[in-house]
């Protein structure tokens, strides 16, 4: 699960063209403060909170989460 985890956020990254200091400064603008290494630390875990993942849907006005089970 871990894998699936850290792969969620890497692929919206890559899909956005995104940088973490990138989703950083952009949680930043919706009053969410996470370093970017914080971030990045957090997704090569792969054991981050789902409150985490939500502020990062909501910095990147991601409305709807799909999650399927591959």
Do not use: H, P, W
Not at 38 to 49: E, L, N
Request: proline share 0%; charged share 35%.
């Amino acid at each position: 699960m871990k894998n699936r985890a850290k792969e969620f956020i890497k692929d919206i990254l890559k899909k956005r063209n995104l940088t973490y200091s990138m989703l950083s400064q952009k949680m930043k603008e919706k009053g969410y403060i996470y370093s970017d290494n914080t971030i990045r630390t957090k997704v090569s875990r792969g054991s981050y909170s789902f409150v985490f993942l939500l502020e990062v849907c909501d910095s990147l006005d991601i409305e709807t989460v799909c999650l399927e089970k591959k």
